[in-house]
């Protein structure tokens, strides 16, 4: 006896899903729907790197010039000297930053660039023809973070202890404000590193502590052996 086949014993497929209009939804879109979290984080991760940098790019500043101010003072009291010193250690290490970073960053673009150069006829076959173009790195932009960022947290000793008379008082504001400066640095730098901020914090207070130390032991024992007072003006 042949099986009936008809529409009442016709085998019932699993209907595919459905958008919102009622059309049926593409297997091509089923599959790209779990990519689209990652595409975002991707984006998130490239802002935090640059948050990071500018964040040690502060920190960098602040340490340099506060020691510098500090084995200045080690050899001159005066008020104009640490003044001085400060200040011309912000403009030097700004600009030394950016050319720096400058350089560095156009050197990775030259390298970018040269790949995408590499691989633009293949991907002109593939209809994807200037997507290699994108997401090559600044090098104006990165110079210019990277120059504000130390000059930001150079100004922090320099503010706060350029401009105060008492050689006690001035050496002590420059040392309060960069110990808080540097926890803040090394806890932010943490943060977005996802690192402890106690330890890292600690870490870098710890470390622009020997370095304002250094400097100022130095420059003493410099004074010191060769009887150099450097006189203010």
Same mark, same amino acid.
């Given at each position: ?44 991760? #490239?802002? *935090?790197?640059?948050?990071? %940098?500018?964040?040690? +790019? $502060?920190?960098?500043? !602040?340490? /340099?010039?506060?020691? &510098? ?72 932009? #990165?110079? *210019?973070?990277?120059?504000? %960022?130390?000059?930001? +947290? $150079?100004?922090?000793? !320099?503010? /706060?202890?350029?401009? &105060? ?69």
């Amino acid at each position: 006896m042949a099986p009936n086949l008809g529409s009442d014993h016709a085998p019932q497929f699993p209907s595919r899903p459905k958008h919102g209009d009622g059309e049926v939804a593409d297997a091509g879109d089923i599959e790209a729907a779990p990519h689209d979290g990652p595409a975002g984080r991707v984006d998130y991760l #490239a802002r *935090a790197q640059w948050l990071r %940098a500018a964040v040690l +790019g $502060a920190n960098d500043g !602040l340490v /340099s010039v506060a020691s &510098l101010m500090i084995g200045v003072g080690a050899v001159n009291g005066g008020t104009r000297a640490m003044l001085v010193s400060g200040l011309a250690g912000l403009v030097a290490g700004a600009c030394s930053m950016a050319i720096g970073e400058f350089v560095s960053v156009y050197a990775q673009y030259d390298i970018q660039v040269a790949h995408s150069e590499r691989g633009r006829a293949c991907s002109e076959e593939a209809g994807g023809g200037g997507e290699g173009e994108e997401g090559l790195p600044s090098p104006a932009q #990165a110079a *210019a973070a990277s120059a504000l %960022a130390f000059a930001a +947290g $150079a100004a922090l000793p !320099l503010l /706060s202890g350029g401009f &105060l008379r008492p050689w006690a008082a001035r050496v002590a504001a420059v040392c309060a404000s960069s110990s808080l400066g540097l926890a803040g640095f090394g806890a932010a730098g943490a943060y977005l590193g996802g690192a402890s901020a106690v330890r890292s914090g600690a870490r870098v207070l710890l470390g622009g502590w020997l370095a304002m130390a250094v400097t100022f032991a130095v420059l003493k024992m410099f004074s010191l052996a060769f009887k150099t007072q450097v006189m203010s003006a």
